[in-house]
């Protein structure tokens, strides 16, 4: 811990040094973690680290970068602003790049623009919002007991009353499954507004929030006072909560603030028949096959999930075009977690025989001697004879571990797991 709170801390500056410089630092690094764990020191240090669940130190810089471009594109710091905008304008690009520079190309591999942060020069607190700007009449009735006609009768009388004033009614949606987000917003009887798709990690929440925001634009394109149904009740509580201050939810704020005479939000149930909502439900879904506009909306969270899913991926590929026995034991890069309550020894002999290095296969490295040989069944030693193919280990084994496979016992490593292993290399005498 403590020599990882030394590498963290400023990785985003020596993280560019060049590797002949970097070398420094691994040693120790790699020696600690090694230490960490209790691993034979011929074990490669790929293998060490997976088990101890640690980055190397170029993934933790990649990581940390990658991680720094979520707080640059929302950045509200005019200084910090004006580096990336220098940054941008230099085109030749230096040998060693800026960790500034490293991010914009970051951004830019993910098709993230930086854009001038454009001030919002009037910003509304909630409390500037009229009571009856935001009806939640409907949400006074509980979902679980309230039945869709009821739902459906309510609406009617609130929506014939307001029309009798002269209010328009238009429907907005956010739609969101495995591959597609989208949004629409409609008009009562179905007319599409405005539809479009949505970067492929943004929440069902800015989906939704998008396509109010959205509607407010229409309505402020057009005469008349409008009242925007979602069926979303996160949205409209955020746009009360005075904490919520992410730049999509004040933009809907300051609209509603500024004309409270022409506009006015509602919440009304999703799936109980009342026909825009209905609508526009259809609408949205219909974005992931028809070809429909796509917008680059997310906020801070929409981009980290994004970024961190995007991390993982490169991982996982790197992890499976390597080739060793340690990855037939953790074929998906997982830190194994040990119980607490078994002594040191067992759980070193454990790991061990999981990274595959150990005295009996590996000590003629460190002693310069021959590669050892079984002497049963004349052949090199080596750990996956060791578990796979040798004619002395193969009935205690056997007799040991009863159904389940070496390699699925190496996987788990639950107490009664690292007891067995313990008593196969007691038995067959394994110098670990
Ligand atoms: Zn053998």
């Given at each position: 811990m403590i020599v990882l709170s030394k590498i963290d801390y400023g990785i985003y500056i020596?993280?560019?040094?060049p590797k002949t410089t970097l070398k420094y630092l691994k040693s120790p690094y790699h020696q600690a973690a090694r230490r960490s764990i209790c691993?034979?020191?011929?074990?490669?240090i790929k293998n060490i680290l997976a088990e101890a669940g640690l980055p190397t130190i170029e993934e933790r810089h990649r990581e940390l970068i990658s991680k720094l471009v979520v707080k640059l594109i929302f950045s509200k710091n005019s200084v910090i602003d004006k580096d990336i905008h220098q940054s941008i304008r230099h085109k030749s690009k230096k040998r060693i790049q800026s960790s500034i520079s490293k991010i914009i190309d970051k951004a830019h591999e993910m098709e993230l623009q930086f854009k001038k942060p454009r001030k919002i020069l009037l910003s509304y607190p909630p409390?500037?919002?009229?009571?009856?700007?935001?009806?939640?009449?409907?949400?006074?009735?509980?979902k679980a007991n309230t039945s869709n006609s009821v739902y459906c009768s309510l609406f009617s009388d609130i929506s014939s009353e307001l029309k009798k004033d002269g209010w328009e009614f238009i429907f907005t949606d956010g739609s969101k499954s495995l591959s597609h987000t989208s949004f629409a917003v409609t008009s009562?009887?179905?007319?599409?507004l405005r539809i479009g798709s949505l970067p492929e990690s943004t929440s069902i929440f800015t989906a939704e929030a998008f396509a109010i925001l959205h509607a407010l634009k229409i309505t402020m394109e057009n005469n008349g006072k409008f009242i925007i149904c979602s069926d979303s009740i996160s949205v409209l509580r955020a746009i009360n909560n005075?904490?919520?201050?992410t730049d999509l939810i004040s933009s809907i704020r300051n609209k509603i603030a500024m004309m409270p005479k022409k506009i006015k939000l509602m919440w009304t149930p999703g799936h109980v028949n009342i026909r825009g909502n209905e609508e526009a439900d259809k609408a949205a879904n219909s974005a992931k096959e028809a070809p429909v506009f796509q917008f680059n909306a997310f906020t801070k969270q929409d981009l980290k999930t994004r970024i961190n899913k995007n991390l993982k991926t490169l991982q996982q590929t790197e992890w499976s075009l390597y080739h060793h026995h340690y990855k037939k034991v953790n074929p998906t890069k997982s830190p194994p977690k040990y119980p607490t309550n078994l002594p040191k020894r067992k759980i070193t002999n454990f790991v061990r025989l999981r990274l595959g290095h150990i005295s009996t296969t590996h000590q003629h490295l460190l002693t310069r001697n021959n590669h050892p040989i079984c002497?049963?069944?004349?052949t090199t030693l080596n750990i996956s004879h060791i578990l796979e193919n040798c004619q002395i280990s193969k009935p205690i084994m056997d007799s040991v571990f009863k159904n389940l496979s070496i390699y699925d016992t190496l996987k788990n490593p639950n107490s009664k797991n690292i007891e067995n292993v313990n008593k196969f290399i007691e038995t067959l005498k394994l110098t670990l």
């Open positions: 020596y993280g560019n040094s691993a034979f020191p011929t074990s490669p409390w500037h919002i009229k009571p009856d700007s935001i009806l939640m009449n409907l949400a006074h009735y509980n009562e009887n179905g007319f599409i005075p904490n919520n201050n002497v049963t069944c004349n």
